[in-house]
């Protein structure tokens, strides 16, 4: 009698091999290298381009996000523990010629003549933000580690629909800070 | 699918769902591709192996991604056309127009009133600026009955460095009120007015207009005044409705772009996912469709290398189920048929080597020729008689066996003309002067007719084949035996009816001679005397010759027993000595040869009878001698010893050389001729042989080789003593 023939176990190694990859792939996205928002002279700053400049001015909708983490060495590597997140809504009101920010924990906007002022408020706001939640921690817990990380970066995911997928392709879209380390003293 | 596209495109959300159909589609081209690779690899190697049903699944495989392909290759260009023209249908220039017309109106509209609000903060300033000198109270007093008259929501005073001097409010739990921001007094140090329309909440926006009081002139301290009013509620849900319209559609014509770019990403991944998934279940399918075809094939193949009986599994029902089933019957059938065959094969082979065994074991010699004269079958007796290995017969033609120059030309070319005569039964004698010496052989020929209607089937005729059996067997020792038997019988009757008669001749001869003689005289007397010693010699002389015919039919009837051959040679040689003179008889005997089984009577006759012989044939010579020697054969077993009587006489006469040892052959004038046929009888009593050759010095050499246990047959010796017949004269052998 015939008998049906196996699948060969290498697809399973295939399958291994691909899914590893993909594994690799999404870490390295994960941890892209920062673009368009720096830390120079103990202070952040975002250069927008002109992509999404015009987006703003638009009435596209843009929000940032700034992460707070605890850092940690363990094992060769560093790891971070996010305790805190604050959002930035941005938006242009057309009738006022004005720009809008809506922050996560109030209801009024905060309204800035130019995009320059209203990057900059985001950046001051973060790290104030950021120096709150520490020393609040600080204050609660003695033996947390001193050493932070934050991170302010455009929220992709929370553009609208048809411009998310280009947004994830262009890197003009890549507003990211990335994990940067932070001791209080410099807070 | 169909459904989610739709629903992208028209959702106010679809930036999640089309998110989610690529991440989806992404993850189900890449699962797709790896199965279709994994697949596409075992076919390439499948294809490489040469294994049956690949080629046959590859060209299905291409069959199908072709059918795919086209209506695929129609519907993916008319789907991008119609989504490019449907996306640009969504900006009509008309639609831009009216939103931004529509915009254009509101802000018009709110600039009036906006215009209106800075014409009555700017009257409320003059008037502050002319009250001024007002005590606080009644100017705080003021400033509230502004606010009421003008329909303010909050009217505040500030001091140049931004403190509040004075303030109302309508709300009369706000204790403080909405401090300008720097970029305000900014302005007012400029000595403009700053106007501002800001949005609370979607359904709340008020205006903030600021105006300077220019206090440096009235020496006081006052510096500006801030006013805000709430827009109407009306005006304020149709400028947000207007706000929010404008804004959603110059985000559409800015995402128009990435709109395209995203929906034709997301229909290409769908597209490639059905794509694939087709080929997939192209592949799929042919694998299924091509099993079945597969399975046959392989099963044919099994059949032709010889595995009879192999079936296959019956998965379907549909025509190559049936096709299946049929196969599993001839299969089934087939592999009775071969074991059927098998059977017939073991026993036609047993018959063979029956056959063989028959013939291997069959003193007469076989030839078997086929269709075309070509030997097939040679017995070992055959090659035996014949004195020819098989190797050098087999495979040939009788034609071809005729060419060489050897003994059994003669015999083949017999054979050759047999079979060419087509005859169904033929037979005949042939005299070979072969390797065993002088053979007579008697041949038969038979025509086998087979019909081969099993094999060979014609519209005409069904073809015969024949083949053609040779019998024959070497007679050259039954014939020898019959002639000696008869010529026992004839001496054995010559005995009796002559030996009877001889004495009363004798005895009468002798009484007439005694009766008569005295009563004649002189002359007669003499001539009975004469005539009776005539009829007396002539009656001894017959006696004498009877005697010799008695002893020639009478076999050896004594018991065999132990005998020393040198000593009976010495005891004979001694005896004849004398009788002989001058002939000398010289002894060259081996005293290492064991003692024999013989009867020592009979063997001295043979070499009284020998000795006579040559010393009849040394009469004429002038240095006569007999030399007897004697060794063993250890040429060839060393069970037979030879003895050798020499001469160096004249040596025998052609014309008795064929038949030397027959009875009444001889050379000499008074010779019986019943000599050596005794020393041949008692020889071959011995189941010894003799025969006689032309010696060194022109003589006659005749050789005795006996036994050393006489109990060996006949034909045991003759196959040892053709192992040396190159020194031996067939014609004069015998034994």
């Known amino acids: ?11 399973f190694r295939m399958l291994v091999v691909l899914l590893v990859l993909s594994a690799i792939l999404i870490h390295s996205i994960g941890t892209a290298k920062a673009q368009s928002i720096g830390y120079d002279n103990r202070g952040l700053k975002i250069d927008l381009s002109e992509d999404v400049q015009a987006a703003i001015d638009s009435g596209v909708t843009l929000t940032f996000e700034s992460q707070f983490a605890h850092a940690k060495y363990l094992i060769f590597f560093d790891w971070h ?29 905060h309204i800035f003549s130019s995009t320059r002022e209203t990057m900059t408020y985001i950046c001051q706001a973060s790290l104030s933000s950021f120096s709150n939640h520490i020393a609040k921690h600080q204050a609660q817990q003695l033996h947390l580690p001193s050493k932070h990380k934050m991170r302010l970066r455009l929220s992709k995911t929370k553009l609208p629909g048809p411009m998310r997928l280009t947004a994830f392709i262009a890197s003009d879209w890549d507003l990211d800070s990335g994990w940067i380390s932070w001791q209080s003293d410099q807070l | 699918m169909s459904y989610l596209i739709i629903k992208s495109l028209s959702d106010d959300a679809s930036g999640e769902l089309q998110f989610w159909i690529t991440i989806i589609g992404s993850l189900g081209i890449a699962t797709l591709l790896f199965f279709l690779a994994s697949n596409g690899y075992r076919l390439l190697s499948q294809f490489r192996r040469n294994e049956i049903g690949s080629i046959l699944t590859a060209k299905m495989v291409v069959i199908f991604f072709f059918l795919t392909m086209i209506p695929f290759s129609l519907i993916y260009f008319f789907s991008i056309q119609f989504l490019n023209k449907g996306v640009d249908s969504w900006f009509d220039v008309r639609i831009e127009q009216t939103v931004k017309d529509s915009l254009l109106l509101s802000q018009s509209a709110l600039e009036g009133i906006k215009e209106e609000v800075i014409s009555d903060v700017e009257r409320i300033a003059i008037n502050i600026r002319q009250n001024q000198n007002k005590p606080a109270k009644e100017l705080l007093a003021i400033i509230r009955e502004l606010r009421k008259i003008n329909g303010l929501t909050e009217l505040s005073l500030y ?88 804004n959603q559609y110059a985000q559409m014509v800015f995402a128009r772009g990435p709109l395209k770019f995203s929906l034709i990403v997301t229909l290409s991944l769908i597209s490639l996912t059905s794509l ?33 009986g192999s079936q296959l599994p019956e998965t379907s029902s549909d025509e190559l189920g049936i096709l299946t089933k049929s196969f599993n019957n001839m299969s089934s059938k087939i592999s009775e048929a071969q074991q059927i065959a098998l059977a017939s094969q073991t026993e036609t082979e047993q018959q063979k080597g029956y056959l063989e065994a028959v013939l291997t074991n069959l ?53 050759n003309s047999g079979i060419k005569s087509k005859q169904n039964n033929w037979q005949d004698e042939l005299t070979l002067l072969g390797a065993h010496g002088r053979q007579m052989l008697i041949i038969r020929g038979t025509v086998l007719r087979l019909n081969n209607d099993l094999f060979e089937v014609s519209a005409q005729a069904v073809k015969r084949i024949e083949n053609y059996v040779i019998v024959f067997d070497d007679v050259t020792n039954l014939i020898q035996a019959q002639r000696d038997a008869a010529w026992g019988e004839v001496a054995r009757r010559l005995a009796h009816e002559i030996k009877n008669p001889l004495t009363p001749i004798q005895l009468s001869a002798e009484r007439i001679k005694r009766k008569l003689y005295d009563h004649v005289d002189g002359e007669l007397q003499e001539t009975l005397d004469r005539s009776t010693r005539t009829i007396v010699q002539q009656v001894e002389s017959m006696k004498e010759m009877v005697n010799a015919f008695s002893s020639y ?59 006579i012989n040559a010393s009849h044939a040394l009469e004429k010579t002038e240095r006569p001698m007999i030399t007897i020697s004697s060794q063993v054969a250890a040429k060839i077993t060393g069970e037979y010893i030879d003895l050798l009587i020499e001469d160096n006489g004249s040596g025998i006469p052609k014309d008795i050389c064929k038949s030397l040892f027959d ?59 053709s192992l040396h017949s190159h020194d031996i004269d067939p014609t004069q052998r015998a034994g």
């Open chain 1, 1 to 11: 009698m015939l008998t049906a023939t196996k699948q060969p176990t290498s697809i």
């Open chain 1, 81 to 109: 523990t996010e305790f805190a997140r604050h959002e930035f809504q941005v938006t242009r009101h057309t009738l006022s010629n004005r720009y809008l920010v809506y922050e996560s924990n109030k209801v009024e906007p």
């Open chain 2, 159 to 246: 001091t140049d460095d931004g403190r509040v001097l004075a303030f109302s409010s309508s709300d009369q739990n706000n204790i403080l009120p909405n401090t300008p921001s720097d970029e305000v007094f900014s302005e007012l140090r400029l000595n403009q007015t700053y106007t501002l329309l800001e949005p609370i909440s979607p359904t709340i926006q008020q205006f903030r207009v600021v105006a300077p009081i220019v206090g440096n002139q009235l020496g006081r301290e006052f510096y500006g005044v801030q006013a805000i009013k709430l827009l109407p509620l009306r005006y304020a849900t149709l400028a947000s409705s207007v706000e929010t319209a404008s």
């Open chain 2, 276 to 308: 694939l998934f087709s080929i997939l279940t192209a592949v799929y399918l042919s694998r299924r469709l091509v099993a079945p075809i597969s399975n046959l094939a392989s099963g044919t193949q099994r059949i032709a290398e010889g595995d009879y």
């Open chain 2, 363 to 415: 003193s007469s010699g076989v030839f078997s020729f086929d269709e075309e004269a070509r030997l097939q079958i040679c017995n070992s007796a055959a090659s035996e008689i014949l004195g020819l290995e098989h190797a050098t017969l087999l495979g040939k033609t009788a034609s071809t066996l005729c060419q060489p120059d050897h003994h059994a030309k003669q015999f083949f070319e017999l054979i």
């Open chain 2, 553 to 611: 039919a009478q076999p050896v009837r004594a018991k065999l027993a132990p005998l020393d051959l040198n000593q009976l040679v010495r005891d004979v040689a001694e005896l004849h000595t004398s009788h002989i003179h001058p002939i000398e008889i010289k002894l060259e005997l081996d005293d290492k040869i064991p003692n024999i089984k013989a009867n020592a009577s009979a063997l001295r006759q043979v070499l009284n009878n020998l000795i």
């Open chain 2, 663 to 721: 009875p009444y052959v001889s050379s000499k004038a008074k010779g019986s001729g019943l000599g050596l046929a005794i020393v041949k009888r008692i020889v071959e009593e011995h189941s010894g042989s003799v025969w006689a050759r032309q010696g060194s010095n022109c003589g006659t050499v005749m050789h005795l080789r006996l036994p050393i246990n006489a109990m060996k047959t006949y034909r045991g010796n003759r196959r040892q003593n």
